[in-house]
Structures are given as C-alpha cells and as structure tokens.
C-alpha cells in the first residue's frame, strides 16, 4: 500500500512529461548532435516508456522539428532586447554583437546551425527559411538607408554573420588567423572589430550623405555632369547614381 502510494506521489502531469523529453533532447543532442541523437537516448535519459514518447510525439523526426522551433533563434529575438531609442549605428553593433553573444553560449542553436548547414531536409530548410524571412524585414531597411551609396549592406550582413557562424562553431578545433575565438580575448577581438567595421561604414555614409547634398545642390543651379565631375572629382556614373 505504502508503496502504491509513493508511486501515485511520484507520476507526472502530461506538462512536466512533455517538459522533461524535450529538456532529455536538449541534454542530448547538444551533447551528441542530431546525426547522433537516438530515440533510445532521449527515452533512457527522460527516464520514460517508449509508449509515453509516441503519445506525444509522431517519431524522433517530429520531435526534432518542435525542437528547432523552440530552440532556434533569429535577428527577431535579438531586436527584442534593443532598444528602439539606438541610432542606426549603435543598433546595427548590437544585433551583431547580440548574434556572437547569444550563439557562443547558446549549444542548442550551434547544434542547430551544425545540422542545417551539412543535412538537407524539411526540417532544416524551414529552420533556414524562417530565419530568412524573419530578417528580410531588418535587411530591406538598412538597404533602404544604403541605397544611394553603393554599399550593400545585405552582402555585408551576410558576411559578417556567416563569419560569426563559422569562427563560433569551430573555435575549439583551434586558432584561426592566428587568433583563439575559444578564448575571452579572441571573442573581444570579434566584438571589437565588428564595432570597428559598423563605424567605419556608417562614417563612409555620413560623407556619401554631404557629397549627395553637393551634388544636389549643383544640380539645382544647372551644372551638368561634367562640371560636376570636374569640382568634385566623382565620376559620371557616381554622379547619376547619387542623383537618382
């Protein structure tokens, strides 16, 4: 009877079962990876019954798809933590800045990013796509606010955030052009040059932004390309750009 009744104690809620399988998937595949997280591990280390996963979950395949969801994070969930009062310079550091932060320390995403770059499936591509369409919104702004300067700013997102990806996911297999990312020092290096480059570019705009200005003005007094080019020292096509 005493026995019985400590059994009926120790039975959990469908919540805490649901919530223990995927915190057992986590523990898991951030340890193994997904190519080698098995059903028989996530079942021994939630300490259940294969019948009790099959309740909830279709196969391993289903559960893996409610883990990217969970787990996998974008620029929407950076942006949250910023503050809309940042100027487009110091804003464009801290997504970036909140992408190295979050995936350093983040095992489940670096695991997620693993899986999506060498294993194509619907799951992996939907993973990618809503990523993508989730930042398309950030990244048609900021090529609005460039559009004049000849700068992609999307090429250089893409850049900056597939370097993120690539030094973070492999910092332990050792130094990469001479710098240890595994390190706290080799992460303020990233962090700084990242600062670096924001400025740098934002500075480049300010001046695009006065000789634009220029250009306006002159055209406003009827000077033609050539005289433009002349006291300016743009080109032609440099001068039809800017004036679009």
Known sequence: MERDKKERRSRRTNIVLEKDI????????????????????IIQKANIEPNVFYKRFENLENLFEQFTRK?????????DMQSEK?????????LMAGVVESLYDNK??????????SVDN?????SAMARETTSQKLIDKYNDIFKNSGFNFD?????????????????????????????EEGREKLLNTI??????????????MKVAKIVSNMKEEGLDNQTIAKYTGLTSDEISRIAK
């Not at 787990?71 to 942006?79: E, F, G, K, Q, T």
């Not at 670096?110 to 999506?116: E, Y």
């Not at 090429?155 to 390190?183: K, Q, W």
């Not at 600062?195 to 001046?207: G, M, Q, T």
Request: with cysteine.
């Open 22 to 41: 995927m915190e057992a998937a986590k523990s898991v595949i951030e340890e193994e990876g997904f190519a080698k997280t098995t059903l028989s591990a």
């Open 71 to 79: 787990h996998d994070y974008w620029i929407s969930d950076i942006m």
């Open 86 to 94: 940042d100027d487009y310079m110091e804003y464009s550091y801290n």
């Open 108 to 117: 489940s995403m670096q695991q997620i990013l693993i899986w999506d770059i």
């Open 122 to 126: 619907p799951i992996t591509r939907e």
């Open 155 to 183: 090429v250089f997102s893409a850049l900056v955030i597939g370097g993120i990806y690539y030094l973070v996911l492999r910092r332990h297999r050792g130094s990469f052009c001479g710098v240890d990312f595994s390190t």
């Open 195 to 208: 600062k670096s480059l924001i400025i740098k570019i934002y500075n480049s705009l300010e001046e695009d």
